[in-house]
């Protein structure tokens, strides 16, 4: 296949995310400015100014409206899609890194770093229909988990809000009394930090990747551990298949081991996986730095990967991709 | 661009008046009939412009005829490849998000900027291959045979690294590895931990490819593998090159290496060689084979390179 290769970001990715009907690409990155692209041909649509710190990820609503961001300037912005103009900023006490619509685009789950003498915490934030309704407070504040809290999304129904972070334990709360209900287990959960969380296209399950090299594959209601994914570099970006039972994931690279890397550029590339028989099915390769996102587009023909070259490839698959057999 | 000063109108609202004694060049203006005439005697002086339509490898080509600036006649040909993109079947509400203006950073945006552009490489997801297998090792009898098809040319190979046609033994630039390839022969896993350990434990700098609990890659194991699957071919004759051996060699199995120690002076072999192979049941079987074969009128020892215990 031939990527098309999207330049607009001058500092790394961080996060990439299409719309429900998958004619968007929306980029968030370091430099502030998210991003919006055609999904088709990489066409870039326009960008929303207006933050003043690296945006760490970004949920669109299902009409593809409304846009809403996450960013270490300590707001959380919405957007109006279609022109880029802001349509409300929430305001936090410290960066705010993980931000996710419920279904149904009422509710919104933002995550917030520790910072100084907050710790991290889990707001969820009501939206109103008409913007000018929007107010500031929080339907519900969640505190407790160590360490940064790298995503948190909400569970099949809005039920539950799923948390998963640097102290590498994934967390299942009531999204209504904001209790505790269930945590990973610590024995086959993940070691170091889990960097990325994804939801399968129908919310029964969700992949997580960590730091410690493996990817694993949970259910969402009962948190147990389904499936494991082993590679040898640490998992930044994990990505599920809607169409096809495939994992893909994405990495870097140890900082220790940047010295010694072989001279080869191009040659991070995002490892496909079975999902079922967790075996590797081949490596798509292309970046010139870490892959730090991922997400694929809802039809399952296409997907695309953002790096710390600040980079968007856009991947259309061969016909033969859909032909794959182990 | 004839070569023509055309006359300026402010805006095109503006009334004809070609007594305008203003000289400023523009683009040509569609009301001054005067020049729209000479245009026209200009023009049929070039050919037609043709557009060799798309072809099934997607290739369309349009020759257009010009005047350049001297006034010289120019033929441009333009060549583009028509891809299709993947066919996208998009709903109402997608159609009409594409014809949404451009807002932001995008708005000023001008046909030439190079944000979005296809990959000049065709990348494929590529299939992991089997262990054992790497991409470099199957590269790898490729190079040397390529090598060697120059005409025998002298092949310069280190034998601390293993790196062809850069630099001989004595001159390595990684002398430090002479070490690690001999304890890799006998016992690999202790001598690198002990190797490591001692090396933290002075409180040297110990590469992460040599501390404990690093792995190594396959590609340098197949390497060292391969060196110990290497055999070694005296009583050769003067005229004994590399292809000559890899020909005898090969029907054994795959070849990796072939070394034939050359001297410098007189340029003739200096009577012995190298053969690594791939397996070393090829290799055994190439011993038990070629040791004592008559060749170009001399009787082959082949053996071991270095003496083999297991």
């Not at chain 1, 929306?26 to 400015?33: L, P, Q, R």
Request: aromatic share 8%; glycine share 8%.
């Amino acid at each position: 296949m031939r990527p098309i290769l999207m330049k607009g970001h001058e500092r790394p990715l961080t996060f990439l995310k299409y719309n429900r009907d998958g004619d968007l690409l929306f980029s968030c990155a370091k430099d502030h400015t998210p991003t919006v692209w055609f999904a088709d041909n990489g066409e870039r649509l326009g960008t929303y100014r207006g933050h003043n710190g690296a945006v760490w990820s970004c949920d669109v609503s299902r009409d593809s409206m409304r846009l809403i961001t996450g960013s270490a300037d300590q707001t959380v912005k919405l957007w109006n899609v279609q022109t880029g103009a802001q349509l409300y900023t929430f305001n936090f006490g410290s960066p705010a890194r993980s931000v996710d619509f419920s279904v149904g685009d009422k509710l919104a789950v933002i995550t917030t770093d520790p910072f100084m003498e907050l710790t991290s915490a889990i707001h969820v934030k009501r939206i109103a229909r008409d913007p000018t309704e929007q107010t500031e407070e929080s339907e519900l504040v969640i505190k407790g988990p160590q360490g940064r809290i790298n995503r948190a999304v909400w569970g099949p129904l809005n039920r539950t809000i799923v948390s998963a972070g640097e102290d590498a334990v994934i967390r299942i709360w009531d999204s209504e009394t904001g209790k505790l209900l269930r945590e990973a287990d610590k024995e086959s959960g993940h070691k170091k930090t889990i960097t990325s969380l994804t939801k399968s296209a129908d919310g029964s399950h969700f992949l997580t990747g960590s730091l410690d090299k493996s990817a694993k594959l949970w259910d969402t209601r009962s948190l147990t551990l389904i499936k494991t994914y082993v590679t040898e570099r640490p998992v930044n970006a994990v990505a599920m298949s809607p169409l096809l039972d495939h994992v893909v994931l994405g990495g870097g690279q140890d900082a220790s081991a940047v010295t010694t890397t072989d001279h080869r550029a191009g040659k991070f590339e995002a490892k496909f996986f079975d999902k079922i028989l967790q075996e590797e099915i081949g490596g798509v390769k292309g970046h010139f730095g870490p892959i730090n996102a991922l997400a694929f587009n809802p039809d399952g023909k296409s997907f695309s990967s953002g790096g710390e070259d600040g980079y968007v490839r856009l991947h259309h698959f061969d016909p033969d991709y859909f032909n794959i057999k182990i | 661009m004839y070569g023509v000063v055309h006359f300026t109108t402010g805006s095109l609202n503006m009334p004809i008046d070609k007594s305008d004694p203003n000289p400023n060049q523009s683009k040509a203006s569609k009301f001054r009939w005067g020049e729209l005439e000479e245009d026209d005697n200009l023009d049929f002086l070039l050919p037609p412009k043709e557009v060799i339509g798309t072809d099934e490898n997607g290739i369309k080509k349009v020759i257009e005829y010009k005047f350049n600036d001297e006034g010289n006649k120019v033929k441009i040909t333009t060549t583009t490849r028509v891809r299709k993109l993947a066919k996208a079947r998009l709903n109402r509400r997608a159609v009409e998000r594409r014809n949404w203006e451009k807002f932001g950073d995008a708005v000023h945006e001008d046909v030439g900027s190079r944000l979005t552009m296809v990959s000049t490489e065709e990348i494929i997801l590529e299939r992991p291959r089997a262990p054992g297998m790497k991409a470099e090792e199957i590269k790898v009898p490729g190079d040397s045979l390529a090598q060697l098809s120059k005409g025998g040319a002298v092949l310069m190979v280190c034998r601390t690294c293993g790196k062809k046609g850069d630099h001989w033994t004595s001159k390595c630039p990684y002398k430090d590895l002479a070490a690690p390839v001999e304890t890799f022969v006998d016992k690999p896993v202790a001598s690198e931990a002990s190797v490591a350990a001692s090396g933290s434990g002075k409180g040297a700098y110990v590469p992460p490819s040599m501390r404990a609990g690093a792995e190594r890659t396959a590609g340098s194991d197949m390497r060292r593998r391969n060196d110990e699957n290497s055999v070694r071919v005296t009583n050769l004759s003067e005229d004994t090159r590399e292809p000559d051996l890899l020909e005898l060699f090969r029907p054994f199995g795959a070849v990796t290496r072939v070394y034939v120690a050359m001297d410098q002076k007189t340029g003739t072999s200096r009577g012995f060689g190298f053969v690594n192979f791939v397996n070393r049941e090829d290799a055994q079987r190439a011993i038990n084979k070629l040791n004592g074969y008559g060749y170009d009128n001399l009787i082959l020892r082949v053996e071991w390179a270095t003496p083999r215990a297991n």
